[in-house]
């Protein structure tokens, strides 16, 4: 049973839409007009048309956030994904962690991104939910009135080099460098920075849990369901994604079915500062990028189709001499 952690009036949040200017050197923002609450927002969401994907000016409906993050849990490395129901887009995809950026902090897209870390990456021990630290600062703790947070035993969260080419808002520049695409079918701007998040290595039994907010009866409302944890795990080799896909749970990694699964846009092929797609397929992104496949161990009816493959043949070539 899903376990409600907190409730919110969706009218309270407001963003704000962006003018943005792109040359094949850099990329800058800048809010205009009005700010728009929720639903607002989701009406100026549509498709729009970019001719030339190096050189534009367009006015788009909203900034968004994502983080890859990176996990470093005994002693190797993990992309995190979150599982999603996009009900504006009526999909379900796994994506980086994101959302949409609040009016107040446009200038500031870095803090909204280490917010939605807090509020979407939930990390469990069997003596309660750990807290993280972002540099020297406390990251928030969202659910603190309905879980039990450990102030021992941070995890911590640091930035990494990000994008080459350079994003503005103003005539500010965005020091880590995250990287930027416009999203054609919802006419918005996309910044992705780049995370890592270090678990202590005294934390045992952990396990990982994302938590959502979706509209219910009118009111944003973010709900814990262990039945269904909706956090996965790519491992890394050098760096490199690898074509697995896992759930932790009590220090145990439980291999997930990629069957069928669709990706968000963020792992579609980008032209210029461009992204055309809504998504892609998990077997075309693991094509495109050229990972290996592993091959899946065989059971024990398997083992004996085998042999009895075998075995047939050796019969059949014993007839024929």
Same mark, same amino acid.
């Given at each position: 049973?899903?376990?409600?952690?907190?409730?919110?009036?969706?009218?309270?949040?407001?963003?704000?839409?962006?003018?943005?200017?792109?040359?094949?050197?850099?990329?800058?923002?800048?809010?205009?007009?009005?700010?728009?609450?929720?639903?607002?927002?989701?009406? $100026?969401?549509?498709?729009?048309?970019? !001719?030339?994907?190096?050189?534009?000016?367009?006015?788009?409906?909203?900034?968004?956030?994502?983080? $890859?993050?990176?996990?470093?849990?005994?002693?190797?490395?993990?992309?995190?994904?979150?599982?999603?129901?996009?009900?504006?887009?009526?999909?379900?995809?796994?994506?980086?962690?994101?959302?949409? +950026?609040?009016? &107040?902090?446009?200038?500031?897209?870095?803090?909204?991104?280490?917010?939605? +870390?807090?509020?979407?990456?939930?990390?469990?021990?069997?003596?309660? /939910?750990?807290?993280?630290?972002?540099?020297?600062? /406390?990251?928030?703790?969202?659910?603190?009135?309905?879980? &039990?947070?450990?102030?021992?035993?941070?995890?911590?969260?640091?930035?990494?080099?990000?994008?080459?080419?350079?994003?503005?808002?103003?005539?500010?520049?965005?020091?880590?460098?995250?990287?930027?695409?416009?999203?054609?079918?919802?006419?918005?701007?996309?910044?992705?920075?780049?995370?890592?998040?270090?678990?202590?290595?005294?934390?045992?039994?952990?396990?990982?849990?994302?938590?959502?907010?979706?509209?219910?009866?009118?009111?944003?409302?973010?709900?814990?369901?262990?039945?269904?944890?909706?956090?996965?795990?790519?491992?890394?080799?050098?760096?490199?994604?690898?074509?697995?896909?896992?759930?932790?749970?009590?220090?145990?990694? &439980?291999?997930?079915?990629?069957?069928?699964?669709?990706?968000?846009?963020?792992?579609?092929?980008?032209?210029?500062?461009?992204?055309?797609?809504?998504?892609?397929?998990?077997?075309? /992104?693991?094509?495109?990028?050229?990972?290996?496949? !592993?091959?899946?161990?065989?059971?024990?009816?398997?083992?004996?189709?085998?042999?009895?493959?075998?075995?047939?043949?050796?019969? $059949?070539?014993?007839? &024929?001499?």
């Amino acid at each position: 049973m899903p376990r409600t952690l907190t409730t919110k009036n969706p009218s309270n949040f407001k963003t704000l839409p962006l003018f943005v200017e792109a040359t094949p050197e850099a990329l800058s923002y800048e809010s205009v007009g009005m700010p728009l609450n929720f639903v607002q927002t989701l009406e $100026r969401r549509r498709q729009i048309e970019v !001719p030339d994907s190096e050189r534009f000016s367009v006015e788009l409906a909203n900034l968004g956030v994502s983080v $890859r993050l990176t996990l470093n849990w005994q002693g190797r490395d993990y992309w995190v994904l979150v599982r999603q129901r996009r009900e504006d887009r009526g999909d379900v995809v796994l994506k980086l962690i994101s959302g949409y +950026v609040p009016a &107040h902090e446009v200038n500031l897209p870095l803090h909204t991104a280490i917010q939605e +870390v807090a509020e979407e990456c939930l990390l469990e021990t069997p003596e309660g /939910w750990l807290g993280g630290r972002f540099n020297d600062t /406390w990251l928030p703790a969202p659910y603190a009135s309905a879980l &039990h947070y450990r102030e021992a035993l941070p995890f911590r969260l640091t930035t990494r080099s990000g994008a080459a080419r350079p994003v503005r808002c103003g005539s500010l520049n965005l020091i880590e460098r995250p990287r930027a695409y416009v999203h054609l079918p919802t006419a918005s701007l996309q910044l992705i920075y780049d995370l890592r998040l270090e678990v202590p290595a005294q934390a045992k039994g952990l396990s990982l849990f994302h938590v959502d907010e979706r509209l219910a009866k009118g009111q944003l409302v973010a709900r814990l369901s262990r039945s269904k944890p909706d956090l996965y795990l790519i491992p890394l080799n050098d760096g490199q994604p690898c074509a697995e896909l896992y759930t932790l749970k009590k220090d145990k990694l &439980h291999p997930a079915s990629t069957r069928g699964i669709f990706l968000a846009e963020s792992f579609a092929p980008q032209e210029g500062w461009l992204v055309r797609e809504e998504r892609v397929r998990w077997r075309d /992104w693991v094509a495109e990028k050229g990972l290996a496949v !592993p091959k899946k161990p065989r059971t024990g009816l398997q083992k004996f189709k085998v042999k009895a493959r075998v075995l047939v043949r050796m019969v $059949r070539g014993g007839l &024929h001499k």
